[in-house]
């Protein structure tokens, strides 16, 4: 028998877009140095911030850009999750599921930046909590993003069943196993996005374009983030791969940037853009995102994507930004 809790029944009346289950963590975001000092000295920061990351900001992304967003997640029962749950609960359309548990400490992330990537140090509770233990039932969502990390469990089979459409990361392997039980995970998937030390090191590839092809032996379709090296898309369908360029910004802070990536991708989907456009919309959010200090607080809203298209100069853009005039009156 699997020693992994079954997952909480889908509840059909209560619908939303997008349904993220994860850990959430708290973000302490140092801007302007290169990472964290040496051994009895001391370096200034420019510009800090605190923030909440991890699914949240994944969840921050899909709301401010007008998805209903439903977030579950454990917090503790401390300072950290009291600020965490805050700051969630500030946030227009984001439905917010995530207990205060006595059992569980919140995992805290210190991220150190120089603009074009970042060193983090993180402490907290490794293992997820089973969804079970967080939800009676679980809402009926139109697209739902899992992290495969082993012990995350498989509440979402049944979304996808109901006819979500999956979307997956792997998250970076803090034992540094870069298991193949997370490969084995991929043939309940839609969409697997993933950056580029990920996808390198799961497909045992030395460049991009192989990696993604060679994970799509294990997944209907799979993209690839490298930051301002753009973006990079394989399908096992057949379909010709895509490499898109990067947006060119002035980046301050790049944490949380692919996890906006993927809310964008998601939301684009959900508008029933093609693949190039919705690789596109989800690029410029994560640009914009890069040009304040953490993901979720840095996260653009619709209004922002749409501005950033129609002031570029890139004919793509603008029809990216045509085609969102056609968009259902409930999606922002």
Do not use: K
């Amino acid at each position: 028998m699997s020693s992994v809790p079954a997952a909480p029944a889908i509840d059909p009346a209560d619908r939303i877009d997008v349904l993220l289950v994860g850990t959430v963590f708290l973000d302490v975001i140092f801007s302007g140095i290169s990472g964290a000092p040496a051994p009895g000295t001391e370096t200034w920061a420019d510009r800090s911030v605190l923030s909440v990351g991890g699914i949240a900001n994944n969840a921050v992304a899909a709301a401010r850009l007008g998805a209903r967003t439903c977030l579950i997640a454990p917090v503790g029962d401390d300072p950290a999750g009291e600020f965490v749950l805050r700051t969630l609960r500030d946030q227009e359309r984001l439905d917010v599921r995530v207990p205060a548990l006595p059992t569980v400490t919140t995992p805290v992330t210190a991220a150190f930046g120089d603009g074009a990537d970042r060193a983090m140090v993180s402490h907290g509770q490794l293992d997820p909590v089973p969804v079970g233990d967080l939800v009676d039932r679980l809402p009926q969502a139109s697209a739902c993003f899992v992290s495969l990390q082993p012990g995350g469990g498989d509440w979402f089979l049944a979304q996808r069943a109901a006819g979500a459409r999956v979307y997956a990361g792997v998250g970076y392997d803090e034992r540094h196993d870069w298991s193949g039980q997370v490969l084995h995970r991929l043939a309940d998937v839609d969409v697997l996005v993933l950056n580029e030390i990920e996808a390198l090191a799961y497909s045992g590839c030395e460049d991009v374009p192989t990696a993604a092809m060679t994970l799509t032996e294990h997944v209907e379709r799979v993209v690839v983030t490298c930051g301002r090296g753009g973006v990079h898309s394989a399908s096992a369908a057949g379909d010709p791969p895509l490499t898109l360029p990067g947006e060119s910004v002035p980046a301050v802070d790049a944490t949380g940037a692919g996890d906006v990536f993927t809310s964008g991708l998601m939301y684009a989907e959900l508008l029933g853009l093609p693949v190039e456009s919705a690789l596109r919309f989800a690029q410029v959010c994560a640009a914009l995102s890069v040009r304040g200090l953490g993901g979720a607080a840095s996260a653009p809203t619709l209004a922002d994507v749409r501005t950033w298209c129609r002031r570029s100069g890139s004919t793509a853009l603008h029809r990216l930004d045509a085609a969102l005039d056609q968009r259902p009156p409930s999606y922002g």
